[in-house]
């Protein structure tokens, strides 16, 4: 089992729908969370850290869910820029220096 | 105003011949990452350096080296490339190794293995 799990998608929806990732980490000492964007033959690019309290970027939310291991991302008024891999990724407390990378989510976003 | 520099952005090589990637960063971090990335896959981590201390993950494979002169520079080494090589290569820095540092990310290398 993967410790980061996403589902790969992808997931095909109009301009302006609204669109939610879930990623689940089957660590407990996972410590940071974060989602980072990556476009075809790109690096990847820190979209937003992710708290407990949850937080708010624009039209992007990020969840995270202690309890059940679960984060998630929610994307309002989805934009053609939008269209992009999005990846789950997660920082554990006992090897603090590595980031634990889903294999990401396949978001299409068409006209 | 690139921050992570990689080059080349491409490279092609022949199976078996020894390639060198190489990364270098302007924000004076104190530790550097090389991960690899097949297609639809996550980035896979394959070693870092802490200043001059090298850490190998376990399970990296004994034909991938790194080198680091100097704070700035960081190289990787493929000693006999295979065609299951094929990948894109990733350097990333971050200041420090705390939980929750923001990781830098070079725009990669895409390597080619005929």
């Known amino acids: 089992r993967k410790e980061v799990e996403q589902d790969p998608g992808p997931f095909n929806v109009p301009e302006g729908a609204t669109v939610a990732f879930n990623c689940t980490y089957s660590n407990s000492a996972s410590q940071s969370f974060f989602w980072y964007r990556q476009d075809c033959r790109k690096e990847p690019k820190l979209l937003m850290s992710?708290?407990?309290s949850g937080n708010e970027d624009g039209r992007f939310t990020a969840q995270l869910n202690r309890a059940s291991q679960y984060i998630s991302l929610l994307i309002r008024d989805s934009k053609l820029s939008d269209s992009a891999t999005y990846l789950c990724?997660?920082?554990?407390?006992?090897?603090?220096?590595?980031?634990?990378f889903g294999s990401g989510t396949r978001l299409l976003v068409r006209p | 105003d690139a921050m992570v520099i990689q080059n080349p952005r491409y490279q092609v090589t022949q199976f078996g011949k020894p390639v060198t990637l190489s990364c270098s960063q302007t924000l004076n971090h104190n530790v550097m990452y090389w991960y690899q990335q097949k297609s639809s896959q996550a980035p896979k981590l394959l070693f870092h350096?802490?200043?001059?201390?090298?850490?190998n993950e376990a399970d990296t494979p004994d034909n991938f080296q790194s080198r680091r002169p100097n704070t700035s520079f960081c190289f990787l080494d493929i000693r006999s490339p295979g065609l299951g090589d094929a990948a894109m290569y990733l350097c990333a820095t971050t200041r420090g190794q705390g939980v929750g540092e923001t990781q830098y990310f070079g725009p990669g290398t895409r390597l080619l293995v005929l």
């Open positions: 992710v708290y407990s």
């Open positions: 350096y802490y200043d001059k201390d090298f850490n």
């Open positions: 990724v997660v920082n554990r407390k006992d090897s603090s220096y590595k980031l634990i």
